[in-house]
C-alpha cells in the first residue's frame, strides 16, 4: 500500500511538472506588464525635464584654474592649447569668483574621469578630476 501511494506520488509529481514547464515556456506564451498608470506619468515628467536642462551629473577634468590681473588671458590661452591638441574632447571655461578655470569632457564616471586625466598628466600635471554637471 505505501509502495502504490509513493509511485501514485511520484507520478503526479512527474506529471505536474509536464504541466507547469509547459506554461512556463516562452515559445507557448507571452508576458504581460501590470503597472500603475502613475509609472507613465512619472516617466514622461522625466522625459521633460532632460529636454529643459540636458545636464547631469558626472565629472570633467580640471586642466587650469587662476586668479589675479592676467589670469583670464592665461584661461583664455590654456583652452585654446587643448583645444588644438585635443579637437575631440570638449572644453569649458568658466569664472566663479575669484577663479577663471578650465575644464574639459563630459565624463558619467570618475574612473573615466582619472583614465582621461592619466593620459593627459604630462601635459597637464596639476590636472583634477572634478564633479561637475555634464551634457551627454
Known amino acids: 500500500m505505501v509502495k502504490h501511494s509513493l509511485s501514485f506520488l511520484l507520478l503526479l509529481c512527474f506529471l505536474g511538472s509536464g504541466l507547469y514547464s509547459q506554461e512556463l515556456s516562452p515559445a507557448n506564451g507571452s508576458v504581460v506588464v501590470v503597472q500603475d498608470?502613475?509609472?507613465?506619468?512619472?516617466?514622461d515628467q522625466y522625459r521633460k525635464m532632460s529636454?529643459?536642462?540636458p545636464?547631469?551629473?558626472?565629472y570633467r577634468v580640471q586642466i587650469f584654474?587662476?586668479?589675479g590681473s592676467n589670469s583670464k588671458?592665461?584661461?583664455i590661452s590654456a583652452k585654446g592649447d587643448f583645444d588644438l591638441?585635443?579637437?575631440?574632447?570638449?572644453?569649458y571655461l568658466s569664472y566663479k569668483e575669484p577663479y577663471y578655470r578650465v575644464r574639459v569632457g563630459n565624463f558619467r564616471t570618475l574612473s573615466e574621469a582619472v583614465g582621461?586625466?592619466?593620459?593627459?598628466?604630462s601635459s597637464y600635471p596639476n590636472s583634477?578630476?572634478?564633479?561637475?554637471?555634464?551634457?551627454?
Not at 591638441?85 to 572644453?91: I, L
Not at 582621461?116 to 598628466?121: A, L, N, P, V
Open 51 to 53: 529636454l529643459n536642462n
Open 55 to 58: 545636464e547631469i551629473d558626472g
Open 128 to 136: 583634477f578630476a572634478v564633479k561637475d554637471k555634464i551634457v551627454l
Open 37 to 43: 498608470e502613475k509609472i507613465d506619468q512619472l516617466t
Open 116 to 121: 582621461f586625466q592619466k593620459k593627459i598628466s
Open 65 to 67: 584654474f587662476d586668479s
Open 73 to 75: 588671458n592665461k584661461a
Open 85 to 91: 591638441g585635443n579637437p575631440e574632447m570638449k572644453s
